[in-house]
């Protein structure tokens, strides 16, 4: 199970903002509204890079 995490590459909602060019506001209604999933450490969110994707995806082929 340790070897699972290892791979595991969180990212703060910043980033994914940036990687997904939105603001941080869309990122935090995504991941309250449960369409991103999240991990909160303290008072902030950290989302798995995975997760990304999956939602990009999810998106675009919702939109064809």
């Given at each position: 199970m340790a070897k699972e995490f290892d791979e595991v590459r969180f990212l703060t909602?910043?980033?994914v903002a940036d990687m997904m060019r939105v603001s941080k506001m869309t990122v935090y209604?995504?991941?309250?509204a449960g369409e991103l999933?999240?991990?909160?450490?303290?008072?902030?969110f950290r989302v798995?890079?995975?997760?990304?994707a999956d939602a990009?995806?999810?998106n675009v082929a919702d939109s064809a």
């Open positions: 909602v910043a980033e209604r995504m991941v309250h999933p999240a991990i909160r450490f303290g008072r902030s798995p890079e995975s997760a990304i990009i995806t999810r």
